[in-house]
């Protein structure tokens, strides 16, 4: 077949990934994770993570090698996440894509880790309809993107001005008890739980905010009203329900989430809204977001959730795409960027 096989490494925060496509087909997506050794911290150490890649790499090769039943002399491409992210922890994904590239003459394509959390949804959905607004949303990001062309790259509209939805999940879920990554907890207690029961701020929806915010996100006063509420409560002596302060306190997320997104998507006359990043597999935010954009006839494209979270397919999907449309690929002396922007 003339698709470009492409392999994508994925090392910028705590997941090690190597994913595997052809054209926009997915033959291996293998994950190594250290997320265990950061739960004690209720976050990501950057030295544990560049140690956990380190010892991951390779063998999470091997296997994605197997899964897409390829070797590495198969392989048209290299994509390898640049930035931004960790530095150490990039810095063992760039090395080792050089390596691979450097030992198997292959071309390296340095990719944008936030580019590339959008384009994993072609490998679900198809090419993507261009122009397109991105929301990502994950525990180091909370960006509207305007997707013209995923080749060129893409133009922010708005980015969290504080904290990031998923590292808002964590917050609440460690002052709450519930462990580490949050966002999964939450999204399960909140299940039980009466979104309507508490009245948590939405950030940054004021009137006074369209002007210079209309596109930004704040979610650390949300927090701190979580935290606030929280107190209140134990220093009365009263329990603290879990389930409704998890629902109010997702309930506040996502209002302000999908409010903004489909508002960049009509103020740019944009009809599809991708949502990428790990706070997109949050169950509450995917129903919210179809409801609404139904509404003014916009189309939500979510991937299924393990490829929202960090993965290798992702970097393999925008690597691939970069072959198709014929760009360079990147020097050899690539650096890693960790402020990399778009
Ligand atoms: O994209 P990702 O895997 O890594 C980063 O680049 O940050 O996102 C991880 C973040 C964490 O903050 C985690 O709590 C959040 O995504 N997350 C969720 C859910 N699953 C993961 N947040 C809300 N609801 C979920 N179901
Ligand atoms: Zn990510």
Excluded at 191 to 213: C, M, N, V, W, Y
Excluded at 256 to 266: E, G, H, N, P, R
Aim: net charge negative.
């Amino acid at each position: 077949r003339d698709e470009p096989l492409v392999l994508g490494i994925e090392t910028s925060c705590d997941e090690t990934g190597i994913g595997i496509v052809r054209g926009h087909t997915l033959l291996a997506d293998a994950l190594a994770s250290s997320v265990d050794q950061h739960a004690r911290f209720g976050g990501v150490v950057p030295e544990v993570a560049s140690r956990a890649h380190l010892e991951a790499l390779v063998p999470t090769m091997q296997r994605a090698l197997d899964e897409a039943g390829v070797t590495l002399a198969d392989v048209d491409a290299i994509a390898v996440t640049s930035g931004p992210g960790l530095a150490g922890a990039l810095l063992v994904g760039v090395a080792a894509a050089k390596g691979y590239a450097l030992a198997a003459e292959k071309p390296v394509y340095g990719v944008n880790h936030l580019a590339a959390h959008v384009a994993v949804d072609t490998l679900e959905h198809g090419p993507l309809p261009e122009p397109a607004v991105a929301m990502l949303v994950s525990g180091g990001h909370s960006s509207l993107l305007l997707v013209d062309d995923l080749t060129a790259g893409v133009t922010p509209l708005g980015a969290t001005i504080d904290d990031a939805a998923g590292e808002a999940f964590d917050k609440v879920a460690r002052l709450l008890g519930l462990g580490f990554p949050g966002g999964p907890i939450i999204d399960r207690s909140a299940r039980d739980g009466d979104p309507g029961s508490i009245a948590f701020p939405r950030g940054l929806t004021a009137p006074k905010d369209q002007a210079e915010h209309r596109f930004d996100f704040s979610f650390s006063g949300l927090k701190t009203a979580v935290a606030r509420w929280v107190e209140a409560r134990e220093r009365a002596g009263e329990p603290v329900p879990v389930a409704d302060v998890s629902a109010s306190f997702q309930e506040a997320v996502c209002d302000v989430l999908t409010a903004k997104a489909i508002d960049a998507c009509l103020s740019n006359g944009v009809r599809t809204l991708v949502i990428g990043g790990g706070v997109a597999a949050n169950s509450r935010l995917r129903v919210l977001a179809e409801e609404r954009a139904a509404r003014h006839g916009i189309a939500v494209r979510v991937p299924r959730p393990q490829l929202c979270t960090d993965n290798g397919a992702m970097v393999a999907a925008l690597g691939s795409h970069l072959v198709a449309a014929g760009v360079a690929p990147s020097r050899l002396d690539l650096p890693a960027d960790s402020a990399m922007g778009l």
